[in-house]
C-alpha cells in the first residue's frame, strides 16, 4: 500500500489523526519537499512518527515512481506532503500509477491553503481559476496566468495566485514585480491581498495596495488574491483588516 | 478565546492533532452539524475530547452568536464544525462579530470537500465557483446555479456542485432530478462525476451519465462535478474509473 499523507497547512500540529496513525504503520516513510514549502523540520517529522524519514526530490518522485510504486507493492510506505497531498499534479500522477499497476494507494487529506485562504474573509466558492507565478527566467517569461487573472475579475471571481516553490519560494515582493511589468489592464490599481503563514501563529493578511504591501514584511510561503467582485461581507471583513 | 475546530472529510480521525488539543483546552465545547453532515457522532468526539459536546442549532449559532462570543470572553470555548469551518461562510460571520466584540478568535484548519473532491483526477486549480443546489418547495424553486454551470463550463472550467444539507442531506438522485428539469442547454448529455464518502473507506465515484450514476446507491453527504474543458491526464484519469 502507498499512503500519500497530507501534513497540512502550517506545521506538523496540521496531520490529522488519521495521518498519524498511518504513518506509524509505515514500514518506511518518504518526505517530498518540492511542491510546496515545508513548515516544519524532518527531524520533528521523525520525532512524532517514531522512525527515520528520508527526503525524497522532486525528479525522484516523477521519473523514480516506478520504483516508490514497487516497493508499494511489497509493503506499507508513505510518502510525507505539505498541505493536501492532492493540491499538486505530481501526486494524481503518481495515484494513477498506482492504479495500473494494480498497486493500492490511499490518500489522507489534511488543511490546504485553498481552503485556508478563507482566512482572509473572501468566500471560498467565489474563487475562479488558481493560477500560480513561476520564476522568470532570461528565456522563460510565462505571462499567460496573467489572462486568467483577467477572466476571474471579468467574471466577478476572486483569483487565487500561488507562488513559485522553487528556491525556498518566491517573495511577495518578486511575485509583485512580475505582475506589475505585465499589468496592462491595470488590474493592481485596486486593493489586492497577501497572505502568509495562513493557519500559524504568524498569520499576516493584508488588504491594501501594491506600495501597502511591498512595504511589509512577509514569511513564506506567501500567496496574493485578487478579488473579484465584493458583497457587503466580504467588503466589510476586508477593509476591518486582519 | 473562541476556537472554531474543523473536523475534515470523513471522520472524527481526520481532526489535526492541533485541534484535538485545542479542544481538550477548551472549557465548553459546542458541535455545529447544520452546515455539513457530520460523519461521527457527538458520543465518538466526546470521548475523544474527554469532554461533554453539546449540540448547537445553525439558528443559535446565528441569532445567538452574541452569546457565545461573550461566553468566549471570559473562558475557551470551541465549535466543531464537519469539513474546513471556512467553508460555510455562517462561521465568517463568527469571526467577524469576534473582531468587533474583541474576543480572540482562532481557526484550526483541517480537510474539506473542497479540495478532498481531487480523489476524482480533476485539477483542483481548474475549478470555477462552487454552487450549492437547494431543495424546492412549492414556493421556492431557485434555478440561478444553473447559468453558474453554464458559465464554468464556457470558461473550461469544472463546477463542484454541492448539496443541500438540510433533511439529513439531498440525495444525489434529487440533485440530479432538479438539474434535468432546468437543463435547457443539455449539460447533461455529457458525462459528470458523483462522488460521496470522501476521503473514507466507503468513497464512491463514478464519471458517468446520469442514467449510470442514478443506477448506483450513494452514500450521504454526495456531490456532483460537471466537468469544464479536461486535459489528456483527466480524461485518462476519469476514463478508468476509480
Known amino acids: 500500500m502507498l499512503y500519500l499523507i497530507s501534513l ?3 506545521d506538523e500540529n496540521d496531520l490529522s489523526l488519521k495521518g498519524l496513525e498511518a504513518g506509524k504503520k509505515c514500514e518506511k516513510l518518504y518526505l517530498e519537499k518540492y511542491t510546496n514549502i515545508l ?20 525528479k525522484n518522485l516523477e521519473e523514480d515512481s516506478g520504483r516508490l ?23 494524481l500522477s503518481l495515484v494513477a500509477e498506482c492504479r495500473k499497476s494494480g498497486v493500492e494507494c490511499r490518500i ?21 481559476e488558481t493560477i500560480t507565478i513561476p520564476f522568470w527566467e532570461e528565456n522563460y517569461k510565462p505571462a499567460g496566468f496573467y489572462e486568467t487573472i483577467l477572466k476571474n475579475k471579468k467574471a466577478g ?23 506589475e511589468g505585465i499589468d496592462k489592464e491595470g488590474l493592481l490599481k485596486d486593493k489586492l491581498l497577501a497572505l502568509s ?21 512577509w514569511g513564506k510561503p506567501a500567496v496574493l488574491i485578487v478579488p473579484g467582485k465584493l458583497n457587503e461581507f466580504e467588503r466589510e471583513f476586508l477593509e476591518k483588516g486582519n
Do not use: W
Request: proline share 1%; with cysteine.
Open 8 to 10: 497540512g497547512l502550517s
Open 39 to 58: 513548515n516544519t523540520t524532518p527531524e520533528k517529522l521523525e520525532k512524532l512518527f517514531g522512525k527515520k524519514v528520508e527526503e525524497v526530490e522532486r
Open 69 to 91: 510504486v514497487e516497493e508499494a507493492r511489497k509493503k506499507d510506505i508513505g510518502i510525507l506532503v505539505s498541505g493536501d497531498a492532492l493540491a499538486a499534479t505530481t501526486h
Open 108 to 128: 489522507i487529506h489534511s488543511s490546504s491553503i485553498l481552503t485556508g485562504v478563507g482566512e482572509c474573509g473572501l468566500s471560498l466558492y467565489k474563487f475562479g
Open 157 to 179: 471571481l476572486h483569483t487565487l495566485i500561488l507562488l513559485d516553490t522553487k528556491k525556498g519560494g518566491m517573495s511577495v515582493k518578486e511575485a509583485l514585480e512580475i505582475l
Open 197 to 217: 503563514g495562513v493557519g500559524s501563529e504568524d498569520q499576516r493578511i493584508l488588504f491594501g495596495t501594491v506600495e501597502e504591501i511591498k512595504g511589509k514584511e
